[in-house]
């Protein structure tokens, strides 16, 4: 659910709204407006569960940077404020004090983000959301459709390319090295 942005929601006000509402998450989108996103099912938070582990045993087994979960915010450079179902971070891209801001969103765009479309979501809307993530930095993105058994990767190069159930997709050039079935998410 959108809210309309009456007044500008800051930083620090929408840390406030999900400390106070732990049962939500909140993301806030680039014109001010705050999106609320419902607790999900049990598939829906096995499938987040899994992309995440997936991607973060990968990661620390080849010391590649740092994996986020589904309730971590991103501060864009267009000012949106976003929480992807996985996210990776290289390195030598995280800013040096990231570890000393814990109430504080990272501010700086994820290099590979995972968004799972659960039940309630729209396929236009996450199609939007891995559009924005592309403009403001993401240089990978998997868009896991279970519904229509559909994977979509976007690609800093602004391409995007529709894979079928059967297909392994891969982190390509941004998580080396690392795939993974899309199987895993049915």
Known sequence: MVHPAFIEITDEELMQMSSKNPELRFERNADGSVVTMPPMGGLSGNREAKAGAY???YVERNDLGEV????TGFRLSNTAVRSPDAAFVAKD???QNWRQQEDQFIAVAPDFVI?????????T?????????????????WLIDCKNKTAFVYRADGSVTQYPESATLSGEDVVPGFTLAFQVFL
């Open 93 to 95: 891209r995280l800013p």
């Open 125 to 141: 809307e996450l199609k939007a959301k891995m559009q924005e993530y592309i403009e403001n930095g993401v240089r990978l993105g």
């Open 68 to 71: 986020f979960g589904p309730t």
């Open 55 to 57: 991607l973060l045993v």
């Open 115 to 123: 968004e799972i479309r659960s039940i309630s979501d729209s396929l």
